[in-house]
T-cell receptor
Framework: DVKVTQSSRYLVKRTGEKVFLECVQD?????MFWYRQDPGLGLRLIYF???????EKGDIPEGYSVSREKKERFSLILESASTNQTSMYLC?????????FGPGTRLTVL | GENVEQHPSTLSVQEGDSAVIKCTYSDSASNYFPWYKQELGKRPQLIID?????GEKKDQRIAVTLNKTAKHFSLHITETQPEDSAVYFC????????????FGAGTRLAVHP
């Protein structure tokens, strides 16, 4: 059974703080993804990675960066959190086409 | 750029009725189209998918149809039950590689007993 975990279910941060969201998968998947989910906008891709130390920008990368030092772990970094980054963040991993999602982190930036 | 449009954004049906959700995509080279279901407070999970070499696929009460010429695909749920209530997302695989999916905005389906 594929397991994708995220470090926090809920997170509250202040404007300007640096925020780290961690994602870990246990199925040796090459591909990992970070999405944000907002009502009426669906799942929007922030960044993805298809190999260790590799990263590609998604559709909305501004204000975010990522790190993939190990195959199983993909981190999303908000360098200086802003209120418009308040959202649900979902991590996913895949070997081929099917993506397996983590439980999500609901981030609130005050 | 690549885009997936999904309609309707909300759908309300009576238990036992059918529900249809429609999506169109822009990348004519897309060849894989999954549907994800997200129940309240839970993670999205794949419920059915279709590849471009077939026009229809069924799994019990769920079916997906694909019209490649029109770049259009649909999810059909028959004999709906209250546990079908969820947000449904369609997606299309980006042909540029990396197994990147482009998602629709989602449809909130409510099945009333």
């Amino acid at each position: 059974d594929v397991k994708v975990t995220q470090s926090s279910r809920y997170l509250v941060k202040r404007t300007g703080e640096k925020v780290f969201l961690e994602c870990v998968q246990d199925m040796d998947h090459e591909n990992m993804f970070w999405y944000r989910q907002d009502p009426g906008l669906g799942l929007r891709l922030i960044y993805f990675s298809y190999d260790v130390k590799m990263k590609e920008k998604g559709d909305i990368p501004e204000g975010y960066s990522v790190s993939r030092e190990k195959k199983e772990r993909f981190s999303l970094i908000l360098e200086s959190a802003s209120t418009n980054q308040t959202s649900m963040y979902l991590c996913a991993s895949s070997f081929r086409t099917e993506q397996f999602f983590g439980p999500g982190t609901r981030l609130t930036v005050l | 750029g690549e885009n997936v449009e999904q309609h309707p954004s909300t759908l309300s049906v009576q238990e036992g009725d059918s529900a249809v959700i429609k999506c169109t995509y822009s990348d004519s080279a897309s060849n894989y189209f999954p549907w994800y279901k997200q129940e309240l407070g839970k993670r999205p999970q794949l419920i059915i998918d279709i590849r471009s070499n077939v026009g229809e696929k069924k799994d019990q009460r769920i079916a997906v149809t694909l019209n490649k010429t029109a770049k259009h695909f649909s999810l059909h749920i028959t004999e709906t039950q209250p546990e079908d209530s969820a947000v449904y997302f369609c997606a299309a695989l980006f042909s540029g590689g990396y197994n990147k999916l482009i998602f629709g905005a989602g449809t909130r389906l409510a099945v009333h007993p």
